[in-house]
């Protein structure tokens, strides 16, 4: 494997620690958990396991949101069967097609991440939580298997059909307005005023464009100022050296306002799962660039399906850029495809948004509804995949066949040594 699958996994886990230890430290939070009183706690869950303190802390049921969708540890923690031949693990570029080199290599990453976060991850969490949380007795190991529900940003349409148990809820594109919002006055006259077509560019909120190396933004500059397009870019400084004409920057455009304008004919993004929902409930083709984390994954999924094109920054160059825009841009093919996916993700019988608040109202109205939990999820990871049983059975196996052969062996020196001292006493 190409990449150094610890490491990732170290970053990722540091970069949560941070964000988890940076909401407990809040001086806001902390005057919440000191003074306030709720009847249900819904929190971003992925990887922020001290957040489950919440939870006994209030006396309160807990809802999980995952802008990333379902992987690995949310499936465990809701005892939900995700088998890895066709589950690939969200830090890896695969997708649920994989060949048996991609099979055998995603299961080795996910081993890895399931040691990654017993090991190391999970006993950080817990020091956060001794620490921020100390009249919270439950280690977080235990805390996080007494979650209510899991609201899950993802869609079949768009990912694949899996297994979800009843308290797994797919709301993928639920931060999507119903209806586009009115541009700011200043953008909307750009698009007016726009006789071309336009490309909007965001790398979303982690990945800061300011921060390119001065050699990747002249790329991106050069190859804008030869296109015969309008270009909006999430710039996060008021000053782009080198800028073209024909390029319009900003530290922040209201994205899925943006990409419901007609005139925009391209989305060049990271491949964030939130962005990417909003490119398909918009019907617009992407030119994927991802940086991290679910991103490789993303991307991959969209090219699969035919509406986007993927890109590695660290190879990226003026002509390679330029072809895949002017590819994308002329080549219908690409438009027709986010089209039907789009129509795919539209077609059902609620909104995302109106389904996360059904299932939040019903969490309130059966007080955490126990029913709808998995058994899996009050076992440990031997026993819900039955290894301690499967263990038992194959030491039981290979012990009677270890006799077995101990038996054959002893029989064949009984009787060929029997043979043999006949011989002996015939001669």
Same mark, same amino acid.
């Given at each position: 494997m190409k990449r150094n699958v610890w490491s990732d996994l170290t970053f990722t886990a540091e970069f949560f620690y941070n964000v988890t230890r940076s909401v407990l430290r809040c001086p806001e939070v902390q005057e919440l958990l000191k003074n306030e009183s709720f009847d249900l706690a819904i929190i971003e869950a992925i990887n922020a396991e001290a957040w489950y303190s919440f939870g006994p802390h209030f006396g309160i049921p807990i809802i999980g949101v995952s802008s990333f969708g379902s992987d690995l540890i949310i499936n465990d923690l809701m005892g939900n069967p995700a088998p890895f031949a066709y589950t690939p693990s969200m830090g890896s570029a695969f997708t649920e097609e994989m060949t048996y080199w991609e099979r055998l290599q995603?299961?080795?990453? *996910?081993?890895?991440?399931l040691l990654h976060y017993y090991w190391i991850h999970l006993p950080r969490q817990e020091q956060l939580k001794e620490y921020y949380m100390p009249h919270i007795k439950q280690h977080v190991s235990s805390l996080r298997k007494n979650i209510s529900l899991f609201l899950l940003n993802q869609h079949f349409s768009l990912s694949f059909a899996r297994p979800n148990v009843p308290n797994m809820i797919e709301v993928g594109g639920f931060q999507i307005p119903s209806e586009p919002n009115p541009l700011p006055k200043?953008?909307?006259?750009?698009?007016?005023?726009?006789?071309? $077509?336009?490309? /909007?560019?965001?790398m979303g909120s982690n990945v800061k464009s300011k921060d390119f190396p001065p050699k990747t933004l002249q790329i991106f500059n050069e190859v804008f100022a030869q296109l015969p397009y309008t270009v909006l870019w999430k710039y996060e400084n008021p000053q782009? =050296?080198?800028? =073209?004409?024909?390029?319009?920057?900003? =530290?922040? /455009?209201?994205?899925? $306002?943006? !990409?419901?304008?007609?005139?925009?004919?391209?989305?060049?993004?990271?491949?964030g799962l939130l962005s990417t929902f909003e490119a398909v409930h918009h019907a617009k083709p992407m030119l994927g660039i991802p940086i991290f984390f679910d991103q490789n994954l993303n991307v991959n999924n969209a090219q699969k399906r035919g509406f986007a094109i993927k890109l590695d920054i660290a190879t990226l160059t003026p002509s390679l850029l330029k072809e895949s825009i002017l590819e994308m841009m002329n080549n219908g093919s690409y438009s027709r495809k986010i089209k039907e996916i789009s129509q795919r993700y539209h077609d059902k019988p609620m909104k995302p948004l109106d389904l996360a608040i059904y299932w939040t109202e019903y969490i309130l109205r059966y007080g955490g509804a126990q029913h709808i939990r998995s058994p899996a999820q009050?076992?440990?990871? !031997? *026993?819900?995949?039955?290894? $301690?049983?499967?263990?038992?059975?194959?030491?039981?196996?290979?012990a009677v066949l270890s006799l077995t052969i101990w038996g054959t062996v002893k029989i064949f020196r009984f009787v060929f040594s029997g043979r043999a001292t006949t011989k002996v006493k015939k001669n």
């Open positions: 995603n299961v080795v990453i *996910q081993l890895l991440q200043d953008i909307r006259a750009i698009i007016d005023n726009s006789a071309q $077509d336009i490309i /909007y560019f965001s782009l =050296p080198g800028k =073209p004409s024909n390029v319009f920057i900003n =530290p922040w /455009y209201p994205q899925a $306002d943006i !990409l419901a304008e007609k005139k925009v004919k391209l989305f060049i993004s990271h491949g009050r076992m440990n990871i !031997l *026993q819900s995949h039955s290894i $301690d049983t499967i263990g038992v059975l194959l030491g039981g196996f290979l």
